[in-house]
């Protein structure tokens, strides 16, 4: 006669050790996409942000309260991604403020990953922003 339960326990503590092993990395994988689309996210807001600013800038530059309008836009717009550090809005005109002319607004950004450096080349990633738009 055989005896009953000891292959089940032993299959059993085999799964659990395989399990023990796999989930550390199965975590990191899930981990790390999380991060980087955490990452995605925060630069499509700052570039859906600063695209904002340049559209109002475009049109309403002769104002001479422009500037602050716009940064006050892209702040707005722009929110407060998690984890990442937004800089102060830059508003240039490189061509002057001339009807055809252009306005840049830039948005410094820098994402702190959540996990350990070991899964990024750099300690922040950067998801700077910038929107070019011609003066109306």
């Keep these: 006669m055989r005896a009953r339960g000891h292959g089940s326990r ?6 659990l050790l395989e399990f023990a092993l796999v989930a550390p990395v199965l975590l990191m994988l899930v981990g790390a996409g999380l991060d980087f689309g955490l990452a995605v996210y925060a630069r499509a807001r700052a570039e ?3 695209r904002e600013g340049a559209r109002l800038g ?3 530059w ?3 309260t422009a500037d602050a309008q716009v940064r006050d836009r892209v702040l707005a717009e722009v929110g407060r991604p998690p984890r990442a550090a937004l800089g102060q809005v830059q508003v240039s005109y490189p061509d002057g403020r001339v009807r055809g ?3 840049v607004v830039r948005l410094p950004c820098g994402y ?3 996990l350990p450096p070991l899964t990024w080349a750099a300690q922040v990633v950067p998801c ?5 738009m011609r003066l109306e």
Excluded: C, K, M
Aim: aromatic share 0%.
């Design 10 to 15: 032993g299959r059993l503590g085999q799964s």
């Design 48 to 50: 859906a942000a600063v």
């Design 101 to 103: 002319g252009r306005i």
């Design 112 to 114: 702190d990953p959540a």
């Design 128 to 132: 700077d922003a910038e929107a070019s």
């Design 62 to 64: 002769q104002d001479p």
């Design 58 to 60: 475009s049109v309403i």
